[in-house]
């Protein structure tokens, strides 16, 4: 049975984040979450692999990825990596550094954007890591707490700026609610899919909802999604899919179906295609058993 563990961090009450840095040559730290703040760095980490949710990727030699999710299970495993000397500098950070009175000031706003964006797992470009590596690589080292602490706004700031990060698991899969950094229009049809997912969704209806021509309707979703409805669609059910592989005993056949998929056959490919993995061996790697530690 694969474990996922609730972690207790050792940040205290005292202390704005808890850092540690530190060089390793196995992954041996298994599938987990906790309630804080992560924003975590890998050098020389070719051939990890990066569990973020329903997500899961091989990393290259840097990898940099900020989780904000409460609940979103993450972990690096050893997967394909043969390095001798990986360098893995961890910081876990409270929301309560950064209140929601000081969020909301003009300043703070592209931080704040990015933290609901991590909710989801955040990953950074190589050549936003080379922005930022400077600092990160200093900042353990630093003796005074004060001066470490503005480098560390100074990181969140600058990644916050990064017009190339993407977000890694599906909002379904991590229960985050997307909509409320959508316009109204986009908002319901989205409410519409999260509720009839199951279903047939045409795009007729959708546009009808948001008050459009199926064809001004096709390229407004576009633009303002980065998805064509169905792509949106399917991202929706595969998550949800996703998620009832991890926490229900359903078969993989009624999943499918309560998923808005009508084929078993489309179904697995659709699966392995978006997630990297059949259906069947995503559950094999979730198998959930949560402890706390």
Same mark, same amino acid.
């Given at each position: ?15 704005? =984040? ?10 041996? =730290?298994?599938?987990?979450? &906790? ?20 997500? #899961?990727?091989? $990393? ?6 900020? $989780? ?24 876990? =950070? ?11 000031? %003009?300043?703070? @706003? ?5 933290? &609901? ?11 936003? $890591? ?26 969140? !700031? ?33 409410? !519409?899919?999260?509720?009839? !997912? ?11 909802? @948001? ?16 998805? %064509?409805?169905?792509?949106?669609? #399917?991202? %929706? ?57």
């Amino acid at each position: 049975m694969r474990k996922i563990l609730q972690e207790s961090t050792p940040l205290s009450d005292k202390d704005c =984040f808890y850092i540690v840095d530190r060089h390793k040559s196995e992954f041996t =730290f298994p599938l987990h979450c &906790h309630t804080e703040c992560e924003l975590n760095f890998i050098e020389k980490g070719q051939g990890v692999q990066r569990v973020v949710g329903d997500s #899961i990727e091989y $990393i290259g030699d840097y990898d940099l990825t900020l $989780i904000a999710g409460k609940g979103l299970e993450h972990s690096w495993e050893q997967g394909r990596c043969v390095s001798p000397d990986v360098r893995e500098v961890t910081i876990q =950070f409270s929301r309560d550094i950064l209140p929601e009175q000081l969020l909301t000031r %003009t300043q703070f @706003a592209s931080i704040k954007e990015m933290l &609901h964006k991590a909710e989801l797992g955040l990953n950074f470009s190589l050549q936003t $890591i080379m922005k930022v590596y400077d600092r990160l690589d200093s900042l353990s080292t630093e003796k005074d707490s004060f001066e470490q602490f503005l480098h560390f706004l100074k990181i969140l !700031y600058d990644l916050s700026r990064a017009e190339d990060s993407r977000t890694l698991a599906s909002s379904t899969f991590a229960k985050v609610d997307e909509r409320k950094a959508s316009s109204r229009r986009i908002q319901k049809v989205k409410s !519409y899919v999260a509720e009839n !997912y199951p279903g047939d969704i045409r795009l007729e209806n959708c546009a009808a909802i @948001a008050g459009m021509t199926p064809s001004a309707f096709s390229r407004f979703f576009k633009q303002h999604t980065g998805r %064509t409805l169905m792509e949106y669609v #399917i991202d %929706t059910r595969l998550g949800v899919a996703a998620r009832m592989l991890v926490d229900t005993t359903l078969s993989v056949s009624e999943i499918c179906f309560a998923c808005g998929f009508n084929n078993l056959s489309n179904f697995n490919r659709t699966f392995k295609s978006r997630r990297g993995y059949t259906p069947r061996d995503f559950r094999a790697l979730f198998k959930k058993n949560k402890v706390f530690v």
